[in-house]
């Protein structure tokens, strides 16, 4: 659960979901504004609950979220050009912990978008 959560952090942290705007008198949250933006998120992570949770996490800001279990399966999202933002998990084996995998498939996909 924790590692859970934390991935939901850091989505919050790098995509900067939140707008918020404060009211300086008091330094006080006066109001937050959520609005959907534009584009196409793919989740790529063998993990089925890590893509649950940033799937309910970011269909609240983006339009449309489209998540994965297999890494190969990646490029028939870009041969049809739905994908705006790729999030690769580094690690597909089980016990991997190196990130050599995600490298690697990374790797896979810039040369994709190449051709």
């Known amino acids: 659960m ?13 995509l900067k979901i939140l707008q918020v ?10 109001s937050i504004q959520m609005t ?3 584009g ?5 992570d063998d993990d089925e609950d890590i893509l649950l949770t940033t ?10 979220i489209l998540t994965e279990t297999d ?4 490029f028939q999202h870009i041969r049809k050009g739905v994908v705006d933002v790729i999030l690769l998990d580094m690690n597909f084996k089980a016990g991997a912990t190196s990130g ?10 810039i040369k994709e978008q190449g051709t």
């Open 2 to 14: 924790k590692q859970l959560l934390y991935h939901c952090e850091t989505i919050f942290c790098t």
């Open 21 to 30: 705007d404060f009211n300086h008198s008091n330094s006080v949250v006066n």
């Open 36 to 38: 959907k933006k534009p």
């Open 40 to 44: 196409s998120i793919l989740v790529v």
């Open 55 to 64: 799937k309910v996490v970011l269909k609240k800001q983006f339009g449309n």
């Open 71 to 74: 890494p190969a399966r990646v």
């Open 100 to 109: 050599k995998e995600g490298l690697e498939w990374l790797k896979k996909i």
